[in-house]
């Protein structure tokens, strides 16, 4: 743990203006950002004694090892930067809402020729139009279901419309009167653009028009002794005031506004949002965040803010946000928000009457939220943090594991034997670290063993030599390691240049830390601890390749399955946690979580390996010219037996990817016979009709479908 007065700028040297700072740590990661009206000011509240600060303020200051700030003229700039900064480098000790998840709204996307309603989620497009957020994806097909009464608008899928074009036949829902059936031409591109446009204005909440006129309508057929169409005219009104129901009026003067109310304690607090359109309550949003340091209300309100309307424009942005304090100050925050909307945005507390009695409701679901995330034990700070104290004291560490790394070996029988890496920080899993391995039998450039069979101990030695010979690159090419100075390290072999085996299955691997970079996606952050699935010999490996790198200031542990007992490098016996250990609570989660991610690689790549065949080895013969050479030849066995020549009549195909074609079936053994799985029959190829990786392709005979009970 550093001491923050090995990296405390001089008196003076800090300027007395606002600004944007970042705490780094020693590996040039950054692992907090902030703003201030005077960085002078501000900064200075970190560089006092470690005892009057907040606990995770205090942990935040040891962890780093340098600061550094960025001036700018105004605090609005800040604000702008300081979120530009959080998005990018996602600090570890920020404010973050891990609770926010993607929720869904309710789409119409007025961009496409029939537009269509349906649930989306994540990232907002550009020429849709969202309603919501909404809790529950249900709740919205509820109210889709009864608005498509008088609102017929298009909600299959693009698929389904083409295929019911194609046939002249609408779905199920164009026959009981619930969609307009553009897909046959019952009605033109331009009336059923029309017709979206008024379901948009009736979730807009201009609702009255509607009603006025289907009630007019239905007046005027009951007159006419119409009384069939009058009754549909009846129903079609219950089900519009069914739907508004659902959304019932909580503001009367129609306003557009969002209310943020928070819950906190010490440690933890709760961030619950309603969005209010057209004085009716459209959605609800909630977050949870731990506090990195004796934080105001406002700062939280703020923080919710750039959350909330970071990547938010237009009308997005309400005219009126409620919050119950405000940020200090307030005036760079409103003009931020003004700027996002493109027009004037009010930030205030309510006081009185409609508005501070919905806050209040907004305000016990805030408390609710946080009394029901406490429940939660591996979410819960406190027990987090009393779980990597006792592995700490278990494995006798300097400190507690911070960022912890798991490895697990999967195989099938020796078969498609692949690796993983997981990743927890602050007993927290980050999956966007997460990596996958193919073993291929390899160190460095050294072929050390054929790479199958069931040796899970070789496979941990490749897999943990090829990340941290990756880790020990990193570090030369930024200068931070020189030869010689880490043990042994210099004399392992090719450390310079990153391993290129396995190069698909270390795809994501970013390049050379630099100087000014310190986002967190690295292959190069080193952990505190690696935890490996397996007893002693898995254990054993793990350090040999660590050893054999230089590197002695990353402990090892293994965790077997069996009694769950943890092994330490070197010693006969293990180490018993009591079953009620929180520490080995956590041991466990991330052990089962590289379980789960090796599996799934696993099984993605046999499923791969089942449906390949010879032209799979043809480079540069992707899907889409494989198709055109089976549909030029009617089956695979003709294809199998045409001639250079005639495959050279392909259109695309040329005379050496012909050659090519011929000596890959050449190479290829007989394929297995083709069984109907439903009849046991075995078919000839020509019958089947399949390509090899088709849609549909049956199961050649002794081919293990499923073997999963064998799986490691």
């Known amino acids: 743990m550093a001491d923050p007065s090995s990296y405390r700028p001089k008196p003076g040297q800090i300027p007395d203006s606002p600004g944007v700072y970042r705490f780094r740590d020693e590996h040039r990661r950054v692992i907090y950002v902030g703003k201030a009206k005077s960085l002078r000011q501000r900064l200075a509240n970190y560089f006092q004694d470690l005892a009057g600060l907040h606990q995770r303020t205090r942990t935040m200051v040891t962890t780093a090892a340098s600061v550094e ?29 891990r609770d926010d998840k993607s929720y869904p709204y309710l789409a119409v996307t007025m961009n496409e020729e029939f537009p269509r309603v349906q649930v989306m989620r994540g990232h907002k497009k550009k020429g849709v139009r969202y309603f919501g957020p909404y809790a529950h994806a249900w709740a919205i097909r509820d109210t889709v279901d009864l608005l498509l009464r008088v609102f017929p608008v298009r909600t299959c899928s693009a698929g389904v419309f083409k295929n019911a074009s194609r046939t002249g036949r609408p779905c199920l829902l164009g026959y009981i009167g619930k ?84 819950a906190e304690d010490e440690l933890e607090a709760a961030v619950q949002i309603f969005h209010v359109r057209g004085g009716r309550v459209r959605g609800q949003r909630g977050w949870v965040t731990d506090k990195v340091e004796e934080i105001t209300t406002g700062a939280l309100v703020e923080h919710a803010l750039q959350q909330l309307y970071g990547e938010e424009t237009g009308d997005a942005v309400p005219k009126e946000v409620l919050v119950p304090a405000l940020p200090d100050p307030v005036e760079p925050v409103q003009e931020w928000l003004t700027a996002r909307r493109g027009s004037n945005v009010s930030l205030r507390i309510p006081q009185r009457g409609d508005k501070r009695a919905l806050m209040e409701t907004v305000e016990r679901n805030a408390q609710q939220s946080l009394v029901l995330h406490k429940t939660k034990r591996a979410s819960d700070l406190t027990t987090r943090s009393r779980a990597l104290e006792e592995i700490a004291e278990a494995l006798d560490l300097d400190s507690a594991p911070l960022r912890i790394e798991c490895y697990d070996i999967s195989h099938l029988q020796g078969d498609d ?60 090419r930024t200068g931070e390691w020189v030869d010689g100075n880490t043990g042994n390290t210099g004399n392992t072999g090719n450390t310079g240049s990153p391993d290129s085996a396995g190069a698909t299955a270390d795809a994501p691997i970013a390049s050379s830390l630099t100087e000014d970079d310190g986002r967190p996606k690295r292959f190069a952050y080193p952990p505190q601890l690696v935890v490996v699935d397996g007893g002693q010999p898995q254990v054993a490996a793990a350090k040999r390749a660590l050893d054999e790198l230089g590197i002695d200031d990353i402990a090892v542990c293994g965790l077997a399955k069996r009694l769950e007992e943890v092994w330490l490098p070197d010693d006969d016996d293990p180490v018993v946690l009591p079953r009620t250990s929180e520490g080995l609570y956590l041991l466990q989660r991330v052990r089962d979580e590289a379980h789960r991610f090796a599996i799934t690689y696993q099984r993605t790549k046999r499923a ?41 009549e392909v259109p695309g195909i040329g005379r050496k990817t012909a050659e090519t074609i011929v000596a890959a079936f050449a190479r290829a053994a007989p394929p297995a016979p083709a069984v109907n799985t439903a009849t046991g029959e075995i078919m000839d190829e020509e019958e089947s009709g399949t390509t090899s990786g088709s849609p549909g392709e049956p199961v050649a005979a002794g081919t293990p479908e499923d073997r999963r009970g064998q799986e490691t």
């Open 179 to 262: 969609c307009s059936a553009p897909c046959v031409g019952r009605i033109s591109p331009d009336d059923h653009w029309e017709l979206a446009d008024e379901f948009c204005d009736f979730m807009t909440g201009r609702t009255g028009t509607y009603l006025r006129r289907l009630e007019t309508q239905m007046t005027e057929a009951a007159e006419e002794m119409e009384y069939e169409r009058a009754a549909r005219l009846r129903d079609d009104i219950g089900a519009l005031k069914k739907a508004m129901e659902k959304n019932a009026v909580v503001l009367a003067d129609a306003t557009d506004a969002d209310l943020i109310a928070v």
């Open 417 to 476: 034997v692949v690796a993983s890496m997981v990743v927890f920080e602050d007993g927290l899993a980050r999956k966007s670290e997460y990596r996958r391995f193919e073993i291929k039998g390899r160190v460095g450039d050294t072929q050390v063993w054929h790479g199958e069979g069931q040796d899970d101990v070789r496979s941990m030695h490749e897999v943990i030599s090829r990340r941290f010979r990756r880790y020990l690159a990193d570090k030369e």
């Open 608 to 648: 791969k390996r089942f449906r390949a065949g010879p032209l799979d080895d043809v480079p540069g013969l992707g899907d889409a010219r494989k198709q055109v050479l089976v549909k030029h030849f009617g089956s695979m066995k003709r294809l199998r037996s045409a001639t250079i020549d005639q495959i050279c």
């Open 69 to 97: 700030w960025t001036v700018v003229s105004t605090e609005v700039e800040a604000l702008q930067l300081e979120y530009s900064w959080i998005k990018e480098y996602d600090p570890r000790f920020n404010v973050k809402y």
